[in-house]
Every structure is written in C-alpha cells, then in structure tokens.
Nanobody, 112 residues
Framework: QVQLVESGGGLVQAGGSLRLSCAAS????????MGWYRQAPGKEQEFVAR????????YYADSVKGRFTISRDNAKNTVYLQMNSLKPEDTAIYYC?????WGQGTQVTVSS
C-alpha cells in the first residue's frame, strides 16, 4: 500500500502563486514517475504534470506550461508543484498520483 498526502492548497488572487506538496509513504519503489491531476467543479479530471524518477523528464499540460513547475525530492519521497501566475481557471482539486495510487486532493481556489 502507498499513502499520498497533499498539502499547500488554498485561496489566492489571480496572478499569485502556490506550492503544492505531496508526501508518499508505504510501499514506494524507486523508478516510478509521479504526477499531478486536477478536477474542477463540473469538469472531468485533467492531467497537469508528471515527473520521472530522476527528475530529468517532465511533462506538462499545455494549459499550465510555462507557469507550473513539477519537481521531486526522492530522499523525502515528496513531489512538488510550484504554480505561478495563477488564473481563475486553475481553480480545482489537485491530486497527486504514484502508480495506481491517488491522494485525497487539496483544494486550490483562484479569485479574479
């Protein structure tokens, strides 16, 4: 079993920044990508970003490219999502993923 706990969400004005964290515990194996997804009210789940084990490969949704940065600290079993220049359309619950496991999500609300 793997447990994923997200933190760092909150309310921010448009143009502001937030940094999400996701701490993994349990049967975490090396070599796995980790990622972030989000789901806005009334919308389907959407891929946000993914990072390889080494951190050498990162992937972003077009909607966040250039504004969001994913990173990880394997010594801490933690993945981060730095979100800059936030827009109201970034409002969603953000979920961390590792293999088939998902965290409980953290709410991000961007006011205009």
């Amino acid at each position: 079993q793997v447990q994923l706990v997200e933190s760092g969400g909150g309310l921010v004005q448009a143009g502001g920044s937030l940094r999400l964290s996701c701490a993994a515990s349990g049967r975490t194996f090396s070599g796995d990508d980790m990622g972030w997804y989000r789901q806005a009210p009334g919308k389907e789940q959407e891929f946000v970003a993914r990072i390889s084990w080494s951190g050498g490969r990162t992937y972003y949704a077009d909607s966040v490219k250039g504004r969001f940065t994913i990173s990880r600290d394997n010594a801490k079993n933690t993945v981060y999502l730095q979100m800059n220049s936030l827009k109201p359309e970034d409002t969603a619950i953000y979920y961390c993923t590792l293999r088939e496991y998902w965290g409980q999500g953290t709410q991000v609300t961007v006011s205009s």
